[in-house]
Every structure is written in C-alpha cells, then in structure tokens.
Nanobody, 125 residues
Framework: QVQLVESGGGLVQAGGSLRLSCAAS????????MGWFRQAPGKEREFVAA????????RYGDSVKGRFTISRDNAKNTVYLQMNSLKPEDTAVYYC??????????????????WGQGTQVTVSS
C-alpha cells in the first residue's frame, strides 16, 4: 500500500514560481516511478512529469517542458515539482501519483496505481 500527500500549492502571479512536494509512504517497490498530473476545471487530466527511482530518467508534458522540473529525494521519501515561469493556463489541481515501472506508457494515468488528494495551483494574470 502507498500513501501520497501533496503540498505547496497556492496562488501565484503569472511569471512566478512554486514548488510542490509529494510525501510518500508505504511499499517502496510500488513507487519506483513518481509522476505529476494536473486537471483544470472542465478539462481532462493531463500528464505533467515523471521520474524514475534514481532520477536518471525524466519525462515532461509538452506544455511544461523547459519550465517545470521534477526531482526526488528518496531519503526523505519526497518528490518535488519545481514550477517556473507560471502561466494562467497552468491553473489546475495537481496530483502526485506512483507506479511500479518506467516505460513508454509512463505518461498515461493508467500506468499509475496510487494517487494523492491533489493540491490547488492558481496562476493569476
């Protein structure tokens, strides 16, 4: 069993930055891969970023590439999402998720078995 708790969301002006955190607990082999997704009102859930256990592999959604950075500190059981140059279209609930394996389908939400409760990010113009 894996439990995930996001934090760090809030209100920020366009062009600003936020860092989200995801505190993980439970079976380590069930959270080898960690990802971030987001969902804006009236829109489908969108892949944001993913990272392998060692951090050697990362993947980003096209809309955030070059602006967001995913990282992890396994000693602290925490995954981070550094968000820079924020835009109003980044406004969404951001979810942390855990998967067993890294693969070509890691950007699909169906690859993840555990999800956090979400944290709201609002970017004002």
């Amino acid at each position: 069993q894996v439990q995930l708790v996001e934090s760090g969301g809030g209100l920020v002006q366009a062009g600003g930055s936020l860092r989200l955190s995801c505190a993980a607990s439970g079976r380590t082999d069930s959270r080898n891969v960690m990802g971030w997704f987001r969902q804006a009102p009236g829109k489908e859930r969108e892949f944001v970023a993913a990272i392998s256990w060692s951090g050697g592999s990362t993947r980003y959604g096209d809309s955030v590439k070059g602006r967001f950075t995913i990282s992890r500190d396994n000693a602290k059981n925490t995954v981070y999402l550094q968000m820079n140059s924020l835009k109003p279209e980044d406004t969404a609930v951001y979810y942390c998720a855990a998967a067993r394996f890294w693969g070509t389908s890691i950007s699909r939400d169906s690859s993840y078995n555990y999800w956090g409760q979400g944290t709201q990010v609002t970017v004002s113009s």
